[in-house]
């Protein structure tokens, strides 16, 4: 296995990552529902985790690992608030009180 | 770097997609996909305090601020008729800058100003030196040596959510009675069933 | 490389192959719900396979590594499929149009003005 | 849970408590996390990347993410806009009553205190840098911003969701 490096493969792995970040912006522009955008939006944030978390073994600063779980958890915050108002309008409600909305 | 490069492709992308997107909407959310991809960036150049900030606030809480805004506000932008003297200013303007980032060292170059200033060296030595139990630098330089300057930034903060309480507030009561007009319509009600 | 290394590069090419499938399927699906499939592949098997194979690199490193990496993992293998399935619930509520058909409380003949909602 | 029959315009079916119910479990199973890394943030600011300002925005959007799923009255059962309002206000008293301890302290110590000048609050103060007296130092003040911003990031989530409130009777 000469020639095949962690590095290399680290630096490969990137590339798709951001390959396939590419893939869900264009998805996230061309829509055509706005469902469709959130979903590419919501895949965008986990490529983000893996971009951060391979990155921090690519510099070997695992310290980063921070940054990773931070947007794992504040991405789907963010998602689920997308989600709540697209489909009650706003985002006070408690989704029980009023059935049709 | 070449994957610093591809981020920069993304970043610029994401801005033009978000330039001619109609839908705020979707607009506040491809916002969500630029503070993570700055993030990232952020995180490339070993800014990880910065990149910490840009993750929690870009991607987390401007977004549900931004909807908390729409949900007030249109979905949808005003269709402007073309006018020539902002397109002219914008230009301009940009032009300006890009003429202004040319005199700017290049990226990472270790003989830029800011790494050859004294500052940077007296910092970066003297701190860990003069307060070992604190590994952060940014912590140690942001609370202790600018600690007026923090504080002035929480005051700003503070005053931020004072303005916000005089525009929109009313005590936060329950028993206000509710606004006709604090309830919009379900925007993509109309554009399902028309 | 190492036998580690060498399980771990399988890993991480393994599942950089499932994110590049799951992008390209975003683009293929013909609908939303399918291309919800496509999204969750990058979410569960592509991102599951590159912590898990990250994990195998932590050879060395502070305990706290991996750690952090199987939390990364947990909160990724939690919050992505709640939150596809949240879009899917409010998808079917407002409508958003099957490739078969559509869904049963939405009107047939809005063909059109289904797109750009 | 309303019973309402929906009207002729209303073709969306009624939702029931079980559509939500994986949402629900789930976020509640998140949500102490997120406040968990959130004062992990704050208190781990001095080691690793972090520090208040992160931490009040992780702690709010942790908050916020209960009151979106919950709704806004079960999360101003949990977080009284009062608190809130006082909370903005905590932190930056916090952070300028650190200075002004470091005044007095400073006084009463070295005959001269300097406003902010972490080193008279250690436990043996003396000439030069107190590590002790900067790391409580640093430790308060970022403590006092944390609170501020997350307060300050709650108090507009408040006034925004206040605004699209539906009409209920909670």
Not at chain 2, 46 to 60: L, M, P
Not at chain 3, 59 to 76: E, I, N, S
Not at chain 4, 133 to 157: C, D, K, N, P, R
């Amino acid at each position: 296995m000469s020639g095949l490096s962690v590095e290399a493969v680290l630096t490969a792995v990137m590339i798709g990552v951001m390959g396939t970040m590419f893939l869900a912006l264009a998805r996230a522009a061309l829509g055509p529902t706005v469902f469709d955008r959130i979903l590419a939006a919501n895949m965008f944030g986990t490529k983000t985790v893996l971009l951060i978390a391979v990155a921090g073994f690519y510099t070997s600063r695992p310290e980063w690992l921070d940054l990773a779980i931070v947007y794992a958890l504040v991405n789907f915050a963010g998602t689920i608030a997308v989600a709540k108002y697209c489909r009650f309008g706003n985002l006070a409600h408690d989704g029980q009180r009023r059935a049709s909305r | 770097m070449p994957i610093e490069l591809i981020l920069f492709l993304l970043l610029f992308a994401t801005a033009v997609v978000i330039a001619r997107l109609k839908d705020l909407f979707a607009a506040a959310m491809l916002t969500g996909i630029f503070s993570l991809v700055s993030a990232g960036l952020f995180t490339l150049m070993d800014a990880v305090d910065v990149a910490f900030t840009e993750a929690a606030v870009g991607a987390g809480i401007s977004t549900i601020l931004m909807l908390g805004t729409l949900s007030m506000t249109a979905r949808n932008e005003d269709q402007q008729p073309f006018r020539w003297l902002p397109l002219l200013v914008v230009l301009i303007t940009g032009a300006v800058l890009i003429i202004g980032t040319l005199d700017m060292p290049a990226y990472g170059d270790f003989q830029a100003p800011a790494h050859q200033h004294e500052l940077y060296a007296g910092f970066i030595e003297t701190t860990r030196e003069e307060i070992e139990h604190i590994p952060n630098i940014v912590t140690v330089i942001l609370a202790s040596f600018r600690g007026y300057d923090t504080l002035g930034e929480t005051t700003v903060i503070f005053t931020a959510a004072i303005g916000v309480f005089l525009l929109l507030g009313h005590r936060m009561k329950h028993e206000q009675e509710p606004a006709p007009d604090a309830q919009p319509d379900d925007p993509s009600e109309a554009g399902n069933e028309s | 490389m190492t036998t580690l290394e060498l399980i771990a590069a399988a890993l991480l090419c393994l599942g950089t192959f499932f994110c590049l499938v799951g992008g390209i399927g975003l683009h293929r699906m013909p609908d939303f719900y399918t291309r919800t499939h496509a999204a969750s592949i990058t979410d569960t098997m592509g991102a599951g396979l590159v912590l898990v194979g990250l994990m195998f690199l932590c050879d060395g490193q502070h305990w706290t590594v991996p750690v952090k990496l199987g939390m990364v993992l947990v909160f990724v293998l939690l919050t992505s499929p709640t939150s596809g399935h949240a879009l899917v619930k409010a998808a079917a509520a407002e409508g958003v149009r099957w490739v078969t058909g559509t869904p049963p409380d939405s009107s047939p003949d809005a063909e059109g003005s289904k797109e750009e909602v | 849970m309303s019973d309402a029959p929906p009207s002729a315009k209303d073709r969306r079916p009624p939702m029931r408590m079980r559509e939500k119910l994986i949402l629900r479990v789930v976020s509640k199973a998140l949500i102490p996390f997120i406040l968990l890394f959130a004062l992990y943030v704050q208190f781990h600011g001095d080691f690793g990347p972090g520090g208040g300002f992160q931490a009040g925005v992780i702690f709010a959007a942790g908050l916020v993410l209960y009151g979106v799923i919950f709704g806004l009255s079960s999360l101003e059962h949990v977080v009284p806009p009062r608190t809130v309002e006082i909370g903005v206000a905590l932190g930056v008293l916090l952070y300028g009553g650190v200075g002004v301890a470091c005044l007095v302290l400073g006084a009463g110590q070295e005959g001269v205190g300097n406003f902010l000048d972490y080193n008279v609050l250690g436990s043996h103060g003396g000439e030069g840098v107190n590590a002790h007296g900067q790391h409580l130092g640093i430790l308060l003040v970022e403590l006092g911003v944390g609170i501020t911003v997350a307060s300050s990031m709650l108090a507009i989530f408040y006034m925004f969701a206040e605004r699209g409130r539906p009409e209920d009777d909670s």
